[in-house]
């Protein structure tokens, strides 16, 4: 069984108010193990960072000027996690802004 654990960083709290995500972080577990392999990387979310969720994670905009955008990584991150089970603490919250991130690239409905 493989198995993706997942967790994001955002600007905020509120996809739909255009909060994105900055950073994701994905450890790969084949039958409960560690591989070895993971996925990392800093988005420029191309807006301010909330005050409140820069309380929480550190990361400010200054960090994040020279990091790629998030159509510059959704492919790599969909072939990493592609045909494993996603293990992510509160799920609701991370797939709503990567389903978000998603929506916005050129050709999604």
């Known amino acids: 069984m493989r198995q993706i654990v997942l ?3 955002t600007t ?4 739909g108010l255009g909060h994105r995500v900055i950073e994701i972080g994905c450890v790969e577990l084949q039958n409960r193990r560690h591989t070895g392999r993971t996925f990392h990387c800093f988005v ?3 807006r301010e960072i909330d ?5 929480v ?3 400010s905009r200054a960090d994040l ?10 492919n790599e991150l969909l072939d990493f996690i592609g045909g494993a089970e996603l293990v992510i603490h ?13 929506a916005r690239l050129p050709g999604e409905a």
């Open 44 to 46: 420029n979310p191309e």
């Open 7 to 9: 967790d994001t960083e």
């Open 12 to 15: 905020g709290l509120e996809p």
């Open 90 to 102: 509160n799920a609701a919250f991370d797939v709503a802004f990567l389903d978000a991130g998603l």
């Open 65 to 74: 000027g020279d990091q790629p955008l998030f159509g510059a990584i959704a």
């Open 57 to 59: 994670h550190g990361i």
């Open 51 to 55: 005050e409140g969720a820069l309380a």
